[in-house]
């Protein structure tokens, strides 16, 4: 199996095997990330965004976490732009006990860890935290990414992350506790 | 968000730290290692980390087949991500400039510029070697020339500027074709001249006249001062055409 650094050059010759191995490593992760926010639009935008990283692919020069995070704010570019043009397009936020709960009578725990999946645990992330906070968290799981990265995506500074995750995964442990999906 | 005030705060959820925290979030602690309060967090995370694979790669060979026509392109199709206001702006400046660059001499060569262009282009084009119409059919196409025929020339008058007037123009001038020269090139015009010299006398009490007869006797005869007088022979300066300023061509 070629390295990242042969696969980056074989891919910007548009060698398809080269870009079939970009494309497992980075799309399914834009899916998931795009879902968190829209999931009717996330394989569209998702879509969108790995071709403007083929197009851009001639300019990127790093290694695979740094082709990671080039990736990922191509990706939030384009799920701003959608934001932007749709006023209001993300679903409202389902209530953590509605998910927890969705399993029907029985043990909850039992229940929940069964339907543990990345889409619900993703939905349980978005539901339960603030935007921010939820972004940051699936940056970093999704992504990969450190906070470094994240920062520079988002704009952010380096301790403003830093407290953000902090506080989200605080957050996910009162709501998790409250709801007995914690021993 | 709703519903958060009213959580149970006071739950056994310890402090964790920022090595802890990157942990977590690295997927690298299991909820049986978790600090306390945090194993279903370290759940949560590591399902939100195992990516479906399979579930979104059926667009796999779709995809990296729209992403090789892209790159081959190297240019945004129709309304994507790429297609910015400002490479639409400098594809139309570079399509005027090529244009430019080609139609202007295009025009040139047709001779079907305005004359001020025509000449223009024409002496920028002939530098480069390329003769187009507008630069050989003008006689005297610099001041240096026209100084020359100016100066050399042997006409006088009339016919001198005429010709100077002609090679400047290019021939279009008509200077001189119309009308003719009065009294042999100098045109001349009665202008009265009584009654000035008469009242400078007066008002200098005789010595204006006295003044000009002194410069009559320095000067040998030679000096005009007081005009000989132009209140006693005013016929004389007309009819000459010199000594009195309107008398001059």
């Known amino acids: 199996m070629a390295g990242f650094e042969e696969t980056l050059v074989a891919a910007r010759e548009g060698e398809a095997e080269a870009l079939a191995r970009l494309f497992r490593l980075i799309y399914p992760r834009f899916v998931c990330y795009v879902g968190a926010v829209t999931p009717t639009d996330a394989e569209d935008v998702a879509a969108d965004a790995w071709l403007d990283v083929a197009r851009g692919l001639h300019r990127f020069e790093g290694d695979e976490q740094a082709f990671r995070a080039w990736a990922f704010t191509i990706a939030r570019r384009r799920l701003l732009d959608l934001q932007r043009s749709r006023a209001r397009r993300r679903t409202d936020p389902v209530e953590p006990e509605d998910l927890v709960g969705a399993g029907g009578a029985g043990d909850v725990e039992e229940e929940a860890l069964a339907r543990l999946g990345t889409g619900w645990a993703i939905r349980l992330i978005t539901s339960s935290l603030s935007s921010d906070q939820a972004e940051v968290v699936i940056l970093r799981v999704i992504g990969e990414l450190g906070v470094d990265e994240v920062a520079a995506i988002m704009g952010k500074r380096r301790g403003t992350v830093r407290v953000l995750q902090h506080r989200a995964l605080r957050r996910l442990a009162m709501v998790l506790e409250g709801q007995g999906v914690t021993r | ?249």
């Open chain 2, 1 to 249: 968000m709703s519903g958060w005030d009213d959580l149970p705060y006071e739950m056994p959820i310890g402090t964790i730290d920022e090595d802890t925290t990157d942990r977590l979030l690295a997927g690298r602690i299991h909820p049986d290692d978790a600090p306390p309060g945090y194993a279903g967090v370290a759940r949560i995370l590591q399902a939100a980390g195992s990516l479906p694979r399979s579930e979104h790669l059926s667009r796999e060979a779709e995809l990296v087949a729209a992403a090789r026509e892209v790159m081959s392109l190297r240019s945004p199709p129709g309304g994507g991500a790429g297609g910015s206001p400002t490479r639409h702006r400098r594809a139309l400046a570079g399509l005027i400039v090529t244009g430019a660059l080609l139609g202007i001499p295009g025009l040139a060569a047709a001779n079907a510029l305005p004359d001020p262009a025509q000449h223009a282009v024409s002496r920028v084009l002939h530098k480069v070697g390329i003769s187009v119409p507008g630069n050989e059919d003008h006689p005297a196409s610099t001041g240096q020339e026209i100084s020359n025929i100016a100066t050399t020339t042997s006409s006088i008058g009339v016919a001198k500027g005429a010709e100077i007037s002609t090679a400047a123009s290019g021939g279009k001038s008509q200077a001189g074709q119309h009308g003719h020269q009065r009294n042999g090139g100098a045109r001349s015009s009665h202008t009265p001249s009584v009654g000035g010299t008469g009242r400078a006398d007066a008002a200098s009490n005789g010595k204006s006249a006295r003044g000009t007869a002194k410069a009559n006797v320095k000067s040998g005869g030679r000096s005009s001062a007081g005009s000989g007088n132009a209140a006693t022979v005013p016929t004389a300066a007309i009819e000459h055409g010199g000594g009195h300023p309107a008398a001059h061509p």
